[in-house]
Nanobody, 120 residues
Framework: QVQLVESGGGLVQDGESLRLSCAASGNVVNIYNTDWYRQAPGKERELLAAITSGGTASYADSVKGRCTISRASDKRTVYLFMNNLTPEDPSFYSC??????????????WGQGTQVTVSV
């Protein structure tokens, strides 16, 4: 019933910026922590940034100063901005959220992810 959909991936030029969105749809009553992850082929998934329902953001040490995470006023969409992309940056980005639906049970959901390719 509830799903997350990432958008904004694609081809990015070396040194340019990434802008992604993560939109929640379905029977969402309350959305809590929402996280952005990235992963390189053959590597472990890496947490990039997280934001609470109240808008408090946190970032991984590896991307501090490069990333900004924000939440739309309707609480259903979370954005990720990351500057100075290089080919060495992991290419697969996905979002994850904790939420409650109409059943009031705490649940979590992953988006399908989006691929970002940095071209030199």
């Amino acid at each position: 019933q509830v799903q997350l959909v990432e958008s904004g991936g694609g081809l990015v030029q070396d040194g340019e910026s990434l802008r992604l969105s993560c939109a929640a749809s379905g029977n969402v009553v309350n959305i809590y922590n929402t996280d952005w992850y990235r992963q390189a082929p053959g590597k472990e998934r890496e947490l990039l940034a997280a934001i609470t329902s109240g808008g408090t953001a946190s970032y991984a040490d590896s991307v501090k100063g490069r990333c900004t995470i924000s939440r739309a006023s309707d609480k259903r969409t979370v954005y990720l901005f990351m500057n100075n992309l290089t080919p060495e940056d992991p290419s697969f980005y996905s979002c994850h959220a904790d939420y409650r639906d109409s059943d009031t049970e705490l649940r979590n959901v992953w988006g399908q992810g989006t691929q970002v390719t940095v071209s030199v």
